[in-house]
């Protein structure tokens, strides 16, 4: 359950960052959203490469979509790895 609502709120968060892209907010929170949205491709886009690099041929070619998994959900991602062991 908890895993599921922080997935969910990453979600919602990756909205509200992208969307200022879209349709800036007004100017004080037009600056935050963007910092927001770098931290976030920057501290995901570490975490997914890691992952990649740790990787076989073999584990990428059996699930796809992993990586981008945790680039998306971050640490909730890693959390459900563990749930489903």
């Given at each position: 359950m908890f895993i599921f609502?922080?997935?969910t709120l990453y979600s919602l968060m990756w909205?509200?960052?992208l969307f200022n892209l879209i349709c800036p907010y007004p100017k004080p929170?037009?600056?935050v959203a963007n910092?927001?949205?770098i931290a976030f491709v920057v501290t995901?886009?570490?975490q997914a490469w890691f992952l990649s690099s740790t990787m076989t041929k073999q584990e990428k070619q059996?699930?796809?979509f992993k990586v981008l998994r945790l680039f998306l959900f971050g640490v909730f991602e890693?959390?459900?790895w563990k749930d489903k062991k």
């Open positions: 609502i922080g997935k909205l509200f960052l929170a037009n600056i910092i927001g949205l995901h886009g570490l059996q699930d796809k890693s959390l459900s």
